[in-house]
């Protein structure tokens, strides 16, 4: 998973379907850590696709706190939470 | 005309689905609360919680002096112990481990998630395997008795004690309004605030205590279920265990003089009236707030990973053990017992605390390995 990451500079796809919390925030903290050099230097995005209400809670509000910014947006019985630094416009 | 129990039957399955409904359009999650301390370092449910305690305990306390509450304190509070915290801390674990406490359990698997029903698998095998132990456990709770008052007011007197926390309650309250510390940003369509529902709660809660004469409680109702099963698949075993022969309470109601009895009995009783009524509410209300939405998501194509399925049913079996120990869940005890300052609700917690820091380490260590660098 991770080469494929270092080739797709724009998105960091992390589907955690049919999993929980704590569950969903730690993989998706984990994931924040280990990309934080793509996310916050080459200005990619980590796409988090979960179906449970309650990460739409805790990650945002994570993330938040790590100075990211997050926006969430309902799918098709899902919930996409997109965390970088330079979406919707927002500058770097 | 349904008898008496039917009706407490019905009503509570009714006000159980407005619960699941809620619950599901809040993630009011009480193991949420207490490991976020630990794993955020927020404490945001958590004043949602004191919110809901606060309320509840102004409804009790104006009901009590109506003189509309028959049985004070409610027979399902009993006497304090040692193993009333050591259960709090073993529940404290399995809660943050089954990713939610025996609600919690309830609406998520109502939503249609795996890993609460496997949760809730555990939570019926944990209350087999204590019924096992029980009459040892009988002798060390007898033994370390540590009051013969149930609640604080039998100590002490009950106006002098209410009235200032209330007071000093709302003084608190009034200032996390004022500094909009109540409500938190959320994304989640058709998203309940979660104070709202901790006061939809205590209404219910208020309902429950004076059509069934008890304060709301669920996990003894597992216990229930786990009868039943044992019941109908090792009928020779189940016979010799003396756990599900024994009521919980067994009382005369002061008014109308009827027999209120309830238990873990594979029977139709006062308890399966209140508790497994509420445990079909619950997964009831959920799941029908989940189709509204679209967001019912009962699919074998995202099954969980084997750890998180393993953390699930070990969680659900001590959430069973902690509760059974202790005589009572996170439900009876803060929703319910706190409000009424049952000192058995405050040992309770005492052990949920530490145990709640338990669950999440043994998270961390075995399930999800994270620290603070994400390593």
């Known amino acids: ?92 | 005309m349904l008898d008496g129990l039917s009706q407490i039957f019905f009503l509570n399955l009714a006000l159980g689905a407005i619960l699941g409904f809620v619950f599901h359009r809040s993630d009011l999650c009480m193991a949420g609360m207490f490991r976020d301390i630990f794993l955020l370092k927020r404490t945001f449910l958590l004043r949602i919680l004191f919110l809901q305690v606060v309320v509840t305990m102004v409804f009790f306390f104006i009901a009590k002096k109506l003189g509309l509450i028959g049985l004070y304190p409610p027979p399902n509070l009993g006497l304090a112990s040692l193993g009333t915290i050591m259960g709090g801390i073993v529940f404290g674990a399995g809660m943050v481990l089954a990713g939610g406490c025996v609600m919690g359990t309830l609406y998520k698997m109502g939503s249609g998630s795996i890993i609460s029903i496997i949760a809730f698998a555990g939570l019926i095998i944990g209350s087999a395997i204590f019924a096992e132990f029980y009459p040892a456990w009988l002798q060390i709770t007898k033994k370390t008795a540590v009051s013969e008052a149930v609640l604080l007011s039998q100590l002490a007197d009950e106006n002098l004690l209410t009235i200032p926390v209330l007071i000093f309650s709302s003084i608190i309250i009034l200032r996390w309004i004022n500094l909009k510390k109540l409500s938190q940003k959320a994304y989640a369509e058709g998203y309940i605030d979660p104070w709202k529902v901790a006061i939809i709660i205590a209404v219910l809660n208020l309902i429950i205590y004076l059509s069934s004469d008890m304060p709301m409680a669920v996990s003894t109702g597992y216990a229930k279920i786990a009868a039943y099963i044992e019941k109908a698949l090792i009928p020779e075993h189940f016979d010799t265990v003396a756990f599900f022969g024994k009521e919980s309470y067994s009382v005369l109601h002061p008014v109308s003089k009827a027999a209120i009895v309830g238990g873990p009995m594979a029977v139709f009783d006062h308890m399966f009236a209140t508790e497994i009524s509420l445990i079909i509410g619950v997964v009831l209300g959920s799941f029908i707030s989940a189709i509204m939405l679209g967001e019912f998501k009962l699919t074998l194509s995202t099954f969980p990973p084997p750890k998180q399925n393993v953390s699930a049913l070990m969680g659900g079996m001590l959430l069973a053990l902690g509760s059974r120990m202790a005589g009572g869940c996170n439900v009876k005890f803060l929703m319910s017992g706190l409000p009424l300052l049952s000192i058995q609700a405050f040992l309770f917690v005492f052990g949920m605390l530490p145990g709640a820091w338990i669950g999440t380490y043994l998270f961390k260590k075995f399930v999800i390995s994270y620290d603070r660098e994400g390593q």
């Open chain 1, 1 to 92: 998973m991770t080469d494929k990451i270092e080739i797709n500079l724009d998105t960091i796809n992390l589907d955690i379907r049919g999993q929980i919390c704590p569950a969903c925030l730690l993989i998706s903290l984990k994931e924040i850590n280990k990309h934080k050099e793509t996310l916050r230097c080459r200005g990619a995005n980590l796409v988090v696709k979960t179906d449970h209400r309650d990460a739409t809670r805790t990650i945002p509000d994570a993330a938040t706190a790590m100075g990211y910014t997050v926006s969430v947006e309902k799918k098709k019985g899902y919930y996409e939470i997109t965390v970088g630094l330079e979406h919707e416009g927002r500058q770097a």
